[in-house]
């Protein structure tokens, strides 16, 4: 039996390397099936709660999607309005209410730390999908099957995180994890919206060397996968300011004329200005497989977690 | 006839070996202020071999509970508490820093979601002691100014 039976995933850093590496090699089985050419019974009789208690389009179909494919059904609400949640309900009452309804509680909830609460109320598996600006785990288990499926390996991959790398923290868990699998890392950001000084230090205490660059093609010769973020507009006071940065981050064609033949473009989506439409053509992108790998990664961990394929 | 600088007390409890400056903290903490009915002493800035100078607060007729002593310990963890009955050292406690501080800081982050209406207590986790850092069990994120958030 596998450990991950009835684990909770709150967050990526509770996940050792073996545990990545279970998931990836789970997710890539689960392919065929994610693709409609495979049946799979394995979830049959269980039910798995998705409370979204903010909107949330990928995300939620993607869980519920990995759950119809395993045979499994799903229950829940989007959006709080008509729940009992608009008349004052704690989260940790609805919680103890819905664990009598499923076998395992999808979470998202504009409150940071959210899905560790609703954990400590329930004996069920809580799977965090997005906790304010807190956690994504299990965004950051697509984003790393994604360069594991289409690099081979993670390890010694040169990966530049592009954008506003100071308030993204799903961009930050991904850092951890990146250092963890030994991927050498490259932080390309304006200068307001650098990494965070303690996960620098937390990287340098580890013993792993990073580089930081302001501008793209300083490094794009170098890299194997852009990892390209959103740079919000509310981060900057002056909207003329704010075009200027975004305008200089902007992968197109001609950003890319230096890169390596196999070099990745990868997005969590949706995307704004970030990248222009004309990469989606070149064999660089790969934005959309990796929507699609939301689904064979959520399946493995739904099938780890409920015991499917024991 | 020589005046003593400060007395012995018949029961109650001495908190010695305080960070000098950090007695009027210590007072704040246990709540001393007008409604007391017993004596306080505090003395400030007193010699001491260990630690230089340092500051003792002692009070009458009153004993500290555990929550009280981890809050005493976030902002003096080199005091040592001494339960005092009929004029003996009854027992004799140093305070030590818990791995969590457990109801006895006031949650910052207003994004958090132990800020909300939820039926805990807040909780924070002492990521390192020395200097002191604590970051929330929920949000992760680190606490400043920890003395001004002690409930």
């Given at each position: 039996?596998?450990?991950?039976?009835?684990?909770?995933?709150?967050?990526?850093?509770?996940?050792?390397?073996?545990?990545?590496?279970?998931?990836?090699?789970?997710?890539?089985?689960?392919?065929?099936?994610?693709?409609?050419?495979?049946?799979?019974?394995?979830?049959?009789?269980?039910?798995?709660?998705?409370?979204?208690?903010?909107?949330?389009?990928r995300?939620?179909?993607?869980?519920?999607?990995?759950?119809?494919?395993?045979?499994?059904?799903?229950?829940?609400?989007?959006?709080?309005?008509?729940?009992?949640?608009?008349?004052?309900?704690?989260?940790?009452?609805?919680?103890?209410?819905?664990?009598?309804?499923?076998?395992?509680?999808?979470?998202?909830?504009?409150?940071?730390?959210?899905?560790?609460?609703?954990?400590?109320?329930?004996?069920?598996?809580?799977?965090?999908?997005?906790?304010?600006?807190?956690?994504h785990?299990?965004q950051t288990l697509l984003d790393l099957y994604t360069i594991w499926d289409e690099k081979?390996?993670v390890?010694?991959q040169t990966v530049a995180l592009v954008g506003d790398l100071?308030?993204g923290?799903t961009v930050?868990s991904l850092a951890?994890a990146l250092?963890?699998l030994?991927a050498?890392l490259t932080f390309v950001?304006?200068?307001?919206?650098?990494?965070?000084?303690?996960?620098?230090?937390?990287?340098?205490?580890?013993?792993?060397?990073?580089?930081?660059?302001?501008?793209l093609?300083?490094?794009i010769?170098?890299v194997d996968v852009l990892y390209v973020t959103r740079?919000?507009?509310?981060?900057?006071?002056?909207?003329?300011?704010?075009?200027?940065?975004?305008?200089?981050y902007?992968i197109?064609?001609?950003a890319l004329?230096?890169a390596k033949?196999g070099l990745i473009v990868m997005h969590p989506l949706p995307r704004?200005?970030e990248i222009?439409?004309?990469v989606d053509?070149t064999k660089h992108a790969v934005y959309f497989k990796q929507a699609f790998n939301a689904?064979?990664v959520?399946?493995?961990?739904?099938?780890?977690?409920?015991?499917?394929?024991? | 006839?020589?005046?003593?600088?400060?007395?012995?007390?018949?029961?109650?409890?001495?908190?010695?070996?305080?960070?000098?400056?950090?007695?009027?903290?210590?007072?704040?903490?246990?709540?001393?202020?007008?409604?007391?009915?017993?004596?306080?002493?505090?003395?400030?800035?007193?010699?001491?071999?260990?630690?230089?100078?340092?500051?003792?607060?002692?009070?009458?007729?009153?004993?500290?509970?555990?929550?009280?002593?981890?809050?005493?310990?976030?902002?003096?963890?080199?005091?040592?508490?001494?339960?005092?009955?009929?004029?003996?050292?009854?027992?004799?406690?140093?305070?030590?820093?818990?791995?969590?501080?457990?109801?006895?800081?006031?949650?910052?982050?207003?994004?958090?979601?132990?800020?909300?209406?939820?039926?805990?207590?807040?909780?924070?986790?002492?990521?390192?002691?020395?200097?002191?850092?604590?970051?929330?069990?929920?949000?992760?994120?680190?606490?400043?100014?920890?003395?001004?958030?002690?409930?």
């Amino acid at each position: 039996m596998s450990d991950f039976r009835g684990r909770d995933v709150l967050s990526i850093r509770e996940f050792s390397r073996a545990d990545i590496q279970l998931v990836l090699r789970t997710a890539k089985k689960m392919v065929p099936i994610a693709l409609g050419e495979k049946r799979s019974r394995s979830l049959e009789g269980t039910i798995l709660a998705n409370l979204f208690y903010e909107p949330s389009t990928r995300t939620r179909l993607s869980f519920e999607s990995a759950m119809a494919r395993l045979g499994g059904r799903v229950l829940g609400f989007s959006g709080v309005e008509g729940t009992s949640v608009q008349k004052g309900e704690t989260l940790a009452d609805t919680i103890r209410m819905v664990e009598a309804y499923s076998d395992a509680i999808v979470l998202r909830h504009p409150q940071e730390g959210a899905a560790r609460l609703a954990a400590e109320f329930t004996e069920k598996p809580v799977i965090n999908a997005g906790d304010g600006a807190g956690q994504h785990p299990t965004q950051t288990l697509l984003d790393l099957y994604t360069i594991w499926d289409e690099k081979g390996e993670v390890e010694g991959q040169t990966v530049a995180l592009v954008g506003d790398l100071r308030y993204g923290r799903t961009v930050h868990s991904l850092a951890y994890a990146l250092a963890e699998l030994g991927a050498h890392l490259t932080f390309v950001s304006p200068p307001t919206l650098e990494m965070p000084h303690e996960i620098l230090e937390h990287l340098k205490e580890q013993g792993l060397s990073f580089r930081i660059a302001h501008r793209l093609h300083e490094v794009i010769r170098d890299v194997d996968v852009l990892y390209v973020t959103r740079i919000q507009k509310e981060r900057f006071p002056d909207p003329q300011e704010y075009e200027a940065v975004v305008g200089s981050y902007r992968i197109d064609t001609e950003a890319l004329r230096e890169a390596k033949r196999g070099l990745i473009v990868m997005h969590p989506l949706p995307r704004v200005m970030e990248i222009a439409p004309e990469v989606d053509r070149t064999k660089h992108a790969v934005y959309f497989k990796q929507a699609f790998n939301a689904v064979p990664v959520r399946m493995a961990l739904l099938d780890l977690i409920l015991g499917g394929s024991e | 006839m020589r005046e003593l600088r400060v007395t012995p007390i018949k029961n109650g409890t001495v908190i010695d070996h305080i960070p000098a400056g950090l007695a009027l903290k210590v007072l704040k903490i246990l709540g001393i202020g007008d409604s007391v009915t017993s004596t306080v002493t505090v003395a400030m800035h007193v010699p001491s071999h260990a630690m230089g100078w340092k500051d003792i607060v002692k009070v009458e007729d009153r004993e500290l509970g555990a929550r009280e002593i981890d809050k005493i310990a976030l902002i003096a963890p080199t005091a040592s508490v001494n339960v005092i009955r009929n004029y003996n050292v009854a027992e004799k406690r140093r305070v030590t820093l818990p791995d969590r501080a457990v109801g006895i800081l006031r949650r910052a982050n207003p994004n958090c979601i132990s800020n909300v209406r939820e039926p805990i207590e807040s909780e924070f986790v002492v990521r390192s002691k020395s200097p002191l850092r604590v970051v929330c069990k929920y949000c992760d994120r680190e606490l400043e100014e920890i003395v001004a958030h002690i409930v």
